[in-house]
């Protein structure tokens, strides 16, 4: 099973890239700010493209599949989904798609509001399209972008591999995240049962995208935001040299003044870079009096919302290992994560 992570970190930073800013835009003053390559702290285990045994029936209403158990769940859906293409501006040539779920609901005038989930390093899967089933599930109009529809060459329904998926993305930079962001956004909240607010949820890669787009500020309607283990930008620290000594990089408190919607983190402790990097998060956000929390689960790991208590995917030759603390710790995670996620959406989208 596939764990991704992302983190703003103060320490235990192995490897970053810098994330440049488009001129012009509104990253444009985070040229310096780093952002972390998923690949470089990373386990053997969550590189591991994501495999799955299929379970029969989603067994667990109320809360989204498991990766063995997403395809049964996206196939008994009685939601209303469907592809779409979506302009990247209004005028432009269709270049995005995404997955839309709608909500069923008793009254046809009530509206929804607008939930734009954001895939993992792994790309537009079958389980990110899960979980959109379960923001439906909870009320909301969930749109899940393929955010590499560009890199990939246009348009596709067709569900990339794990491994590509994860060679193409960066390719992605923050504008262009941001980008897709307000196109799916704009969409949904278009539609005829759609209320003009949307808010945005996202895991690993997905979850750095959710702290950029809050730094970004979205566009008229946007609500708040809850990344899964996943955050964003970092001051660049320095390298060693003959005389000084390096500097770790630290949370970029300049970006993340930027943010005046509510934000979420959610993340299990086994993710020990994220996990390091919260206090301090935690400090700056507080002192810059943010409307944020944080929850770090113990014993759960990074991606526990996908593998709740899935095995771990096998490497090549080797039998299904099983660890039934962490596989209950994940469960545990998720039973009580996915609960607080629709709580902080219903209230910051004012949905009673």
């Not at 993305?169 to 941001?178: F, H, K, M, Q, S």
């Not at 096998?314 to 994560?337: F, I, K, Q, S």
């Amino acid at each position: 099973m596939a764990r991704h992570t992302y983190v703003l970190a103060a320490a235990l930073l192995s490897a970053c890239t810098l994330q440049r800013a488009q001129p012009g835009s509104a990253e444009q003053h985070l040229a310096s700010a780093a952002v972390d390559d998923h690949s470089a702290h990373m386990q053997a285990s969550d590189l591991a493209a994501p495999s799955s045994v299929p379970r029969m029936l989603q067994d667990r209403p109320g809360l989204p599949p498991s990766n063995n158990g997403a395809a049964a769940r996206v196939k008994a859906s009685p939601r209303h989904a469907e592809w779409v293409k979506v302009a990247w501006e209004p005028g432009s040539a269709d270049s995005l798609m995404a997955w839309v779920v709608y909500p069923a609901s008793k009254n046809s005038r009530e509206r929804a509001p607008v939930v734009v989930v954001v895939h993992e390093i792994f790309g537009l899967s079958t389980w990110v399209r899960g979980v959109a089933d379960q923001v439906a599930a909870d009320g909301f109009i969930a749109v899940a972008p393929d955010m590499l529809s560009r890199v990939r060459g246009g348009p596709s329904s067709v569900e990339l591999s794990g491994d590509t998926a994860r060679r193409l993305i960066a390719g992605v930079n923050a504008a262009e995240r941001n980008r897709a962001i307000v196109a799916a956004a704009n969409y949904a909240m278009m539609q005829p049962s759609a209320q003009p607010k949307y808010a945005v949820i996202g895991y690993c890669w997905g979850g750095q995208t959710v702290f950029m787009h809050a730094v970004h500020g979205g566009v008229q309607g946007y609500s708040g935001g809850v990344a899964f283990y996943g955050i964003s930008y970092l001051r660049a620290g320095t390298p060693a040299t003959a005389t000084a000594a390096a500097t770790s990089s630290s949370v970029d408190s300049d970006s993340l003044a930027r943010i005046s919607k509510p934000l979420m983190l959610l993340n299990g402790s086994k993710d020990a870079r994220i996990a390091a990097a919260m206090p301090a998060l935690d400090s700056v956000m507080k002192a810059l009096k943010k409307n944020y929390s944080q929850t770090n689960y113990e014993g759960a790991i990074h991606g526990f919302l996908r593998a709740q208590d899935d095995p771990r995917a096998p490497r090549a030759g080797e039998e299904v290992v099983r660890d039934p603390a962490e596989e209950a710790a994940n469960l545990a995670a998720t039973r009580d994560a996915w609960p607080r996620t629709i709580t902080f959406l219903r209230k910051n989208l004012g949905v009673k």
